[in-house]
């Protein structure tokens, strides 16, 4: 017992050294964490507006295609017309070869115009050929992209699916028990109320919380492309105790930070994670009841896919 004291007493010299960088460094991660999480959610409206544009796109490319292929089957027909017409005149050609050179060179100048209208027509028909096949194929090209995307999302959305799941599952003995897990914004959130993993005006993880902890940090090891942020929340009473924490700044960084030790200590990958304290500023009730402060006084463990393909996909 004497040693361990020492050992938490030296520990605590130790962070009230160093408090005010490692709170400037966490409020600096935090920030660049926070830009990241406007950046990924304006990413994924990014996605919804693009994949609706290139639906339109497809839609107005298949309607310019019905277009030019009934303009192709005219143009077809008018041919066809023309051939017939020539055949006729050609006949008449034949026909009118005892007339007088007068009204042979009339049909000879018809029949010439003729050949040259039909000219025209094929050329503009071959022309329109042209232009519907290389229309198709950047139709086939947006579908498959559209195609590509939409199958990146709905997996990223199954992957959500099957991380809620796990951890959900993972977590079961806890619900009840100020912990919550749900999936929204195409991320899983997991909520720890205070009073399952600290005492009063503490960043020590008691044990029921700690077990809690663990188990998700066995879900997060299976899912390393996970990005992990830990937020820490309180009230909006102020701290009111002494020595290595100020104010509630600084209580909820510490709080996030001890989770983050513990998923660290059990393998999960520090690249994985940030740590943030958010203090009293993002309340989840009110904090004019005691059951609303609670609520508030709690851990965000907030799970984001990475977006990396689908950033490459619409970037091509």
């Known amino acids: 017992m004497k040693k361990i004291v020492l050992i938490i007493l030296t520990l605590s010299l130790v962070t009230s050294c160093v408090t005010k960088k490692v709170y400037t460094e966490l409020e600096e991660k935090y920030n660049k964490l926070k830009d990241n999480n406007s950046s990924l959610f304006g ?121 809620k799941d796990a951890v959900s599952a993972a977590l079961q003995g806890f619900e009840g028990k100020g912990l919550t897990v749900e999936r929204k914004n195409g991320k899983v959130y997991v909520s720890m109320e205070n009073k399952l993993l600290f005492s009063s005006g503490s960043w020590a993880v008691g044990s029921q919380g700690r077990n809690a902890v663990v188990n998700l940090a066995g879900v997060l090891r299976e899912n390393p492309d996970i990005n992990v942020l830990i937020e820490g929340h309180t009230d909006n009473v102020p701290y009111s105790g002494k020595g290595a924490v100020t104010d509630n700044w600084d209580l909820s960084t510490k709080r996030a930070t001890a989770i983050v030790r513990i998923l660290v200590t059990h393998h999960v990958n520090p690249k994985q994670i940030t740590a943030a304290g958010r203090s009293k500023y993002v309340p989840v009730a009110s904090n004019a009841s005691a059951a609303g402060k609670a609520k508030n006084r709690r851990i965000e463990i907030i799970l984001a896919p990475n977006l990396d393909a689908i950033n490459e996909l619409l970037e091509e």
């Open 43 to 163: 990413e994924n409206q990014d996605l919804i507006a693009k994949k609706k544009e290139l639906e339109e796109s497809k839609l107005a490319l298949e309607a310019e295609i019905g277009k030019l292929s009934s303009e192709k089957g005219k143009l077809a027909n008018a041919v066809d017309q023309l051939e017939d017409k020539k055949t006729r005149l050609e006949k008449e050609y034949d026909a009118l070869s005892q007339l007088s050179a007068e009204q042979l060179s009339e049909k000879e100048k018809q029949n010439r115009q003729l050949l040259v209208q039909l000219q025209e027509k094929e050329s503009t028909l071959a022309l329109e050929s042209a232009r519907l096949e290389k229309l198709q194929k950047e139709l086939d090209a947006r579908s498959k992209r559209v195609d590509e995307l939409e199958g990146l999302i709905a997996a990223k959305e199954a992957k959500m699916q099957q991380l």
